[in-house]
């Protein structure tokens, strides 16, 4: 067993013996384990290459989603820092389940609950990640500002520095960019978001219960997490139909779709290449022509 799955069980005050120790396929970013002890069952993930506070920024947005008491996720049992060449690593409870008829029905009921969590200010405090990739934050009065200046500026930004921003593309980003009062919200509700809702980001639990993994959570404008679940499939229609009999779509949802689902294709520009360059102009010459 690696030396650092072994020094998170000790330190997490687990000294029973391991009994089974499995590999989990599906992680997009790090090695992940399903390990179990005499004692319990964990599902541990470990990476060296990632930044220091990587697994601490999962544990912190997983709590804030739990203190919701809205809808599970796996409790945190222990996480550190990668440090002088070992690995970090993040242990969790193990969630083992299938997904029932009503498991969509139940995750969009909990996920309108969820987002009726709301906070005075948008934003998040310090700095966390979406995907591999630095997420700043900070509070702010107004989504409208934290949207432009913390999403998509700093996406455009480092496409620019990587090479993935023709003239065109840039020119239309930063039109866009500065109208975008036009189509964003200033005072939509801060919901809790989970920040990163993908199809493969929401596991079923026991009897079929919904759960959240992998967040990069966010207060900010619902819109924003319900577009992204629209962008790459995996939630089926009784999920929305559920979500809205708790919370209604905003009426803005319509028109802010495209320029939220724009946030998530630059950043997959900026992780995987060119190959979303095309969904990113389609959007551009939507808003702007
Ligand atoms: P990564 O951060 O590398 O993207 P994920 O957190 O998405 O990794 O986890 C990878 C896979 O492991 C998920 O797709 C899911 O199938 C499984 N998984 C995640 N968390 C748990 C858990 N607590 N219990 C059991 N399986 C899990």
């Known amino acids: 067993m690696n030396h650092t799955i072994q020094n998170a069980l000790h330190n997490l005050g687990d000294h029973s013996p391991v009994e089974a120790i499995r590999q989990v396929a599906g992680g997009d970013i790090n090695e992940a384990y399903h390990i179990t002890t005499r004692e319990n069952s964990y599902f541990i993930k470990t990476n060296e290459g990632i930044p220091t506070h990587f697994f601490e920024v999962e544990a912190k947005g997983l709590e804030l989603i739990r203190n919701t008491n809205t809808i599970r996720v796996p409790y945190v049992y222990y996480f550190d820092r990668p440090e002088n060449g070992t690995a970090g690593a993040i242990v969790m409870e193990w969630i083992s389940g299938a997904p029932q008829n009503d498991t969509p029905a139940r995750l969009g009921r909990k996920l309108g609950a969820m987002h009726q969590v709301e906070n005075e200010r948008?934003?998040?405090k310090g700095e966390s990640f979406v995907g591999t990739l630095a997420q700043p934050n900070g509070w702010f009065g107004d989504w409208l500002s934290y949207y432009q200046k913390q999403r998509l500026l700093p996406q455009l930004e480092l496409a620019a520095r990587q090479g993935l921003m023709n003239h065109e593309r840039r020119s239309k980003m930063e039109q866009l960019i500065a109208q975008l009062d036009e189509w964003i919200p200033k005072h939509p509700g801060a919901s809790l978001?989970?920040?990163?809702?993908?199809?493969?980001?929401?596991?079923?639990?026991?009897d079929g219960e919904p759960c959240l993994i992998d967040p990069s959570v966010v207060y900010g404008d619902?819109?924003?997490?319900?577009?992204?679940?629209?962008?790459?499939?995996?939630?089926?229609?009784?999920?929305?139909?559920?979500?809205?009999?708790?919370?209604?779509?905003?009426?803005?949802?319509?028109?802010?779709?495209?320029?939220?689902?724009?946030?998530?294709?630059?950043?997959?520009?900026?992780?995987?290449?060119?190959?979303?360059?095309?969904?990113?102009?389609?959007?551009?010459t939507a808003y702007i022509g």
């Open 193 to 206: 978001l989970h920040g990163d809702l993908w199809g493969g980001n929401w596991m079923a639990g026991p």
């Open 222 to 284: 619902r819109s924003f997490e319900l577009a992204f679940t629209e962008l790459f499939g995996g939630f089926p229609k009784q999920f929305y139909e559920a979500y809205e009999d708790i919370h209604p779509f905003p009426p803005h949802y319509h028109d802010t779709k495209a320029i939220y689902q724009l946030f998530y294709l630059l950043v997959h520009l900026n992780l995987f290449g060119e190959s979303y360059g095309r969904p990113v102009d389609r959007i551009l």
């Open 122 to 124: 948008y934003g998040l």
